[in-house]
Nanobody, 115 residues
């Protein structure tokens, strides 16, 4: 079982990035997918969730700016990030959770928002 994130990088304030999280070795379509982030010196925090039924939920600090989605045919979850702010700078992690409680984390991808 493996999750691999990609799509991070350096972007100017106000810019956009799309993160991807590809799962392998697991029944992706029945899993709940989360995106978390961890900024330097801070605890990891939940950013967004998408269930196997495609219901979504967002942290207040990203509502209206970020969109979580999934493509079960590609075993991939996405996080579209628009109107990025310097305070969005963090390592972003995806997490997969199955009904039985199995949880798998990706390795993280760094997002830096700076001019």
């Amino acid at each position: 079982v493996q999750l691999v994130e990609s799509g991070g990088g350096l972007v100017q304030p106000g810019g956009s990035l799309r993160l991807s999280c590809v799962a392998s070795g697991i029944m992706f379509s029945v899993a709940t997918m989360d995106w978390y982030r961890q900024a330097p010196g801070k605890e990891r925090e939940l950013v967004a969730t998408i269930t196997r039924g495609f219901s979504t939920n967002y942290a207040d600090f990203v509502k209206g700016r970020f969109t979580i989605s999934r493509d079960n045919a590609k075993n991939t979850a996405y996080l579209q990030m628009n109107s990025l702010k310097p305070e969005d700078t963090a390592v972003y992690y995806c997490r997969l959770t199955l009904l039985g409680g199995l949880r798998v984390w990706g390795q993280g991808t760094l997002v830096t928002v700076s001019s």
